[in-house]
């Protein structure tokens, strides 16, 4: 071989390895069990791209189940053992909804004004059920009162793997505490248009329980006020944080307690998902406007 072969056979290997090392950085940033490797530039480009996708495959794969279908989803706070017993408990979440708005059209005293609901059916999924019903509304009210449409879904998770207060140890595993805690962490902090956006999750283990941890970008002002509930009353800032948070569940393996009052799940605050899992802000970027 003379020598500008052997040249060109090194130029197409280090080419190969550029290639490949570029590779390694992108799938094990999106991959790895720490997303920290993410600089602030890559977190804000996160928050800013409106049709970002989650990149785990754990989290997309329980996306495309729930948030593809464009529903606006709460999680209940009781689990279900057949589909009749998670229609109940569905039944009472549109009742809850169907008075909250049936005052509001008695209180705008207009004869256009109407709310109304039908029921679109249940989805068996492994460790869910999935319920959805078909909302319409027209309430006058100082904003005009616009015809609102939309699907509104209930997910009853299934008692054979969490009840009330805790998983049951009976069908504990790492990937049902992985499914599961994906489905919340869907429920709570996935937002495609905007604040938080999901970005990794996985699950570690010793002797004694399970760790569910995900990361996710989310931005706020800079200057709030807020009201006694903690919700934003009025922005006075155009300046913004950027942020990566983490929020983490533990199981233990032996009586299936973790590290939250489970038993809250589901619970409604002015008729909206609540959820508990805590947040713990990992890396803060202050100073640059939202674009």
Known sequence: MNKKKILIVLLLVIIALVVL?????????YNNDDPLSLSEAEIKRIIDNSYYKIQDKSLANEYKKI???????????????????????FDNFVEERANYYN???????????????????CVEEEYYYLLTTQVEYKIKDSYGGAEQKYKYAVIVLKDKYLNETRFN?????????????DVM????YNDLEGGQKL???????????????????????????????????ITISTQYTYYLKKITLKVDKNNGTTNLDI?????????DSYYVMDNEIVNAYRGETYA
């Open 185 to 188: 962490a869907l429920v709570g």
């Open 263 to 271: 038993s809250k799940f589901g619970e409604h605050e002015d008729k």
């Open 199 to 233: 970005i990794k999750s996985y699950v570690s283990e010793n002797a004694d329980e399970y760790t569910y941890t995900a990361y996710y970008a989310s931005y706020e002002p800079e200057g709030r006020n807020e009201d006694d509930k903690g919700r934003v009353a």
């Open 67 to 89: 948030k593809d279908l464009e529903y606006k989803v709460s999680l209940a706070s009781s689990s279900a053992s057949s589909t009749k017993e998670a229609k109940n408990i």
């Open 21 to 29: 090392f570029i590779g390694v950085k992108n799938y094990l940033k």
């Open 103 to 121: 005052e509001k059209v008695e209180k705008a005293n207009d004869s256009t004004s109407y709310f109304r609901s039908k029921y679109l059916g």
């Open 169 to 181: 140890t009976a069908n504990l595993s790492k990937k049902v505490v992985e499914s599961i805690g």
